[in-house]
C-alpha cells in the first residue's frame, strides 16, 4: 500500500485502540508464542525464584508464560486443558515430583515437555521419538554423598534423614546417595521422617526425630525449608545448639539460610544455569521437533555454613575428677 494508505490504517487503529490477537496470528503461523510453566507450590522460596527467572527470560525471548502452580499431580489435571486451548509451543515442569503417566498426557498431545529438577526420565520419555522430553537437574546423589562425609568427618555420628515426597525422585535420590555413603563408611542411617517438602510438616517430622529415645546428632533435610523447620524445632522446643548438639544440612541455597537466624549449611542449585540451560533446550525443541531428548545434569556446590560444625568429643569419665 502506499506511504498516505499506510498512515491512514495506523491512525485509524490508534483512534480504535486496536491491537492485534496474539492467537489468531498464532493459528496462522502454527506457534502460539505462548510456553506453559507448571510450577510446584510457591511457599517454597526455591520454586518461586526459579519461576521468576524462567518467566524473565521467556519474556526476553519474545515468548509469553501460561502459569499454574500448586500440587503436582492434582495441579496437572487443571492445567493440562488450558494447555491444550492455548496450543502452547511447549511446557515447562518446575517441580520435585513429576510421574511418567502425568508426563506422558502432554507428550502425546505433541507438546514438548522439559522437566526442571526432576531428573528421573524413564517412563517420561516413552514418546522422545516423536515429541521432545528433557530434563535439567544436579547430581543428587553425588552432592548427598558428600554431606555424608562432611557429617561423619566432623564427629557425628546418629546421622537422620528428613525425607521430601515419597515419589518425588529428588528425595529419593537425595536419601540413596546419603545412606549409600554412610555404609560404604560403616555407618547406617539412624532415622528417617517424612517432612513432604514444607515447613509445617517439617515441623512434625523434626518433632518425631528429636523425641526418639536415641535422638540424632545430625540431620540432612531434602531440602532448606525443612531444614530450617528442625533448626528452629531443636532450639526452642528442645533446648538444643546447633551444631553441637545438632548438625543440620539442607538442599537447595535459598537465600535466608545465608541469614544470621540460621547460617544453614546446604547444596547450592545452580539455579540461573538451569533455567538458562532449560530455555535453551526448550527453543531447540521448538524448531527441531526431531531432537532427540537429552537429560542433562549440572554441578552443584557444598556451601558449609554455622549449622555444622566439628562436634566436640564426649567427656572422659575421668574429666570432671578432682586431685
Do not use: W
Not at 502432554?106 to 520419555?125: A, H, R, W
Not at 535459598?254 to 533455567?275: C, D, F, H, S, W
Not at 567427656?315 to 578432682?322: E, F, R
Amino acid at each position: 500500500m502506499s506511504p498516505e494508505t499506510r498512515r491512514k490504517v495506523l491512525r485509524a487503529a490508534k483512534e480504535l485502540g486496536y491491537h492485534r490477537n496474539a492467537l489468531v496470528r498464532g493459528m496462522v503461523r502454527r506457534r502460539s508464542g505462548i510456553i506453559g510453566i507448571v510450577a510446584g507450590r510457591l511457599d517454597n522460596p526455591f520454586i518461586a525464584v526459579a519461576l521468576e527467572r524462567l518467566s524473565r527470560r521467556l519474556q526476553q525471548e519474545g515468548l509469553k508464560s501460561l502459569i499454574y502452580s500448586g500440587d503436582a499431580e492434582n495441579d496437572l489435571k487443571v492445567a493440562l486443558p488450558s494447555m491444550i486451548e492455548y496450543r502452547v509451543d511447549g511446557c515447562f515442569f518446575l517441580s520435585n515430583d513429576l510421574s511418567p503417566s502425568a508426563a506422558a498426557k502432554y507428550t502425546k498431545l505433541g507438546i514438548p515437555l522439559i522437566v526442571v529438577f526432576n531428573s528421573d526420565m524413564e517412563g517420561i520419555s516413552d514418546h522422545g521419538d516423536e515429541v521432545p522430553v528433557g530434563a535439567v537437574s544436579v547430581d543428587n546423589v553425588e552432592m548427598s554423598a558428600r554431606v555424608a562425609d562432611l557429617l561423619l568427618d566432623s564427629g557425628y555420628t546418629r546421622l537422620a534423614y528428613l525425607a521430601g515426597l515419597p515419589a518425588a525422585t529428588t528425595s529419593r535420590e537425595r536419601r540413596r546417595g546419603f545412606e549409600d555413603r554412610l555404609a560404604v563408611r560403616g555407618a547406617q542411617l539412624a532415622a528417617v521422617a517424612i517432612g513432604n517438602f514444607n515447613y509445617a510438616d517439617g515441623l512434625v517430622a523434626a518433632r518425631t526425630l528429636l523425641s526418639a529415645a536415641e535422638r540424632p546428632d545430625a540431620i540432612y533435610a531434602a531440602n532448606d525449608l525443612m531444614a530450617m523447620a528442625a533448626m528452629d524445632v531443636a532450639r526452642r522446643e528442645f533446648g538444643l545448639d546447633v551444631p553441637n548438639d545438632l548438625a543440620v544440612v539442607g538442599f537447595d541455597d535459598i537465600p535466608v539460610t545465608a541469614n544470621a537466624a540460621y547460617e544453614l549449611t546446604t547444596i547450592r542449585q545452580p539455579i540461573g544455569e538451569m533455567i538458562d540451560t532449560a530455555t535453551d533446550m526448550m527453543l531447540g525443541f521448538i524448531e527441531d521437533p526431531a531432537r532427540r531428548p537429552l537429560e542433562i545434569r549440572l554441578k552443584s556446590e557444598l556451601v558449609q555454613r554455622g549449622s555444622t560444625g566439628r562436634r566436640p568429643a564426649s567427656p572422659s569419665p575421668n574429666d570432671n575428677v578432682m586431685y
